[in-house]
């Protein structure tokens, strides 16, 4: 099993990244045509291995899983602060639909242009290291400085882009995460009464906190589907750079006027419209996700008590404790799989009456945590319908162990993976 472990952690860090993928996947743009559709839909497939993977993966992962894309650094490309999305780019003057599109205004801004509109939102302060681009480059305007007003550099980012206000990407992006994969010391999601959506969250640059880096973040989606996404850490790099200050620069209310000013605008209306998603075969449907928090609960023995639930379309966790300390339970229920099964069960999968594989995996949990334990049950049917179900010996992938086993056995486990109730 070794071996196959190693592929699905190594999938999950490089591209198991919970909901960004789903939501990648669903949004995947493609000409039409049988061939293509059918590497569409391949191409989920593979991506729902990848969200799956999340099970049995890394922890930089399953941050993902409680905060859609935000951890997923690069997960959208080249436009985004700290991987938040910017809308895909269009080839110029064409949109996802072969029609001219020009940008509203009529305006391209320089990469110069933006990087002033920044510096004068910013206290007064010493700005160096400037970089940016324009509306008319590859990835969206951006800019970033570092910024130290006598109390030390810090990094500060501000990313810009255009979105279908409706779209759910962008509706993911603006909800608290959870602190069982994302711990934060606040947040808040509110609309304001202009209709913008905005998300304030002062957490970490590493959900495991190896380092001292702190990442505040502020991220604002207009009614007609603007975004401004800011960042600032308290170091003068997002990585690989000491700490240099005990906080970020900017309090939550000057993050909430950095990306609500009204100086973004014109450069907001030069953005093209957003790629409109054409209509494909319809995926196979991942269950919902109060379906599989209720079928999880209601398999786990008496003496495991809920203390936390949370799902998603195909993917939910629960904290459970017994008495003897909090243990993450947390399971994936995915349909078509079958193109996967070679590269997830090998020769050591145990096959039961009726076809169905059960890979079992009893591991030392992600690196850095002394003690953790995860333990994984992973099965496929003879038609690709795959569950795979793991427990920790704590209440969160990150954080110290809680007890000496997880709260269920590998048997307990087999009983969740291989029950009936998920082909409900």
Known sequence: MSGIQEDRDRDAFAGGLGEALRITG????????????????????????????????????????????????????????????????????????GKTSTPASGRQYSASHVIKTLEGLLPQGKLTHRTGRGTDEDGGPFASVVFDEGKGKAAISVSLGRVDPEDRMAADQLACPGKVYTPYDACSSKTLADGTRLLLLQGYEYPDKR????????????AEGYTVDAGEWNAPAEKDAPVSRDEPPLSAAQLKTLVTAKEWRPILRALPEPQLQPVQQPAPQAATADTIV?????????????????????????????????????????????DEEGDLFGADAQTLPGGMKVATHQGAGDKGVQGAAMWTVDTISKDGFRVVISAFNSGSQITAPTRRTPALTMDQLKAIATSEKWRG
């Open 211 to 222: 380092v001292d880096t702190k990442w505040w973040h502020a991220y604002a989606v207009t």
């Open 294 to 338: 209720r079928n999880l609960t209601s398999l786990l023995p008496k003496s495991a008590k809920v203390t936390t639930s949370h799902g998603d379309d195909g993917f939910a966790y629960v904290v459970v404790n017994d008495g003897k300390g909090a243990s993450l339970v947390q399971i994936n229920v995915q349909p078509d799989m079958k």
């Open 26 to 97: 669903d949004s995947f743009n493609a000409p039409g045509g049988s061939l293509v559709e059918g590497g569409v839909a391949r191409g989920r497939r593979r991506l729902r291995r990848r969200r799956a993977a999340t099970v049995t993966g890394s922890v930089a992962a399953l941050a993902a899983v409680g905060f859609g894309a935000s951890y997923a650094a690069g997960a959208f490309g080249a436009g985004a602060v700290h991987g938040s999305p910017v809308a895909a780019r269009p080839e110029p003057g064409r949109t996802a639909q």
